[in-house]
């Protein structure tokens, strides 16, 4: 227990009597260490808002490649469905084609949607 209150004293012995800090003022705490021109709140919200930009940019980054693969995938199911004399595929195989193209084209869409407009979170 002694040991804390050598500490302590030396702590407010090594402040300065004449600075702006008392040992009691922790809001000021930052400035005294890191300097009176830093506004911590302007630095905060302008990360905030960077981060927000990014963040913006790689979702709609990720909806136009979502969007592209989607497009090249039903592409290649209607070559496939039109040129379907050339590869002799059985009715069971079509109807597994369609329904796989259908059910990605709709959850793809579902995902990007959810993504680019969450609305409430819970």
């Given amino acids: ?10 702590y407010i012995g090594d402040l300065d009597p004449n600075s702006e800090l008392l040992p009691d003022e922790s809001a000021n705490r930052e400035q005294f260490y890191f300097g009176k021109d830093v ?11 960077e981060r927000y930009e990014k963040n913006t940019l790689l979702r709609h980054d990720l909806a ?10 039903l592409l290649c199911a209607i070559i496939t469905l039109w040129n ?9 195989v079509l109807i597994t084609l369609l329904t796989t193209t259908t059910v990605q084209v709709l959850g ?15």
């Fill in 1 to 10: 227990m002694s040991g804390d209150k050598s500490k302590l004293r030396k």
């Fill in 84 to 92: 379907n004399q050339i590869f002799n595929l059985s009715d069971s």
């Fill in 64 to 73: 136009v490649i979502f969007s592209v693969i989607i497009f090249l995938w």
């Fill in 39 to 49: 506004d911590y709140d302007k630095d905060t919200k302008r990360l905030k808002n």
């Fill in 108 to 122: 793809m869409m579902a995902i990007i949607l959810k993504d680019l407009f969450p609305g409430l979170k819970r």
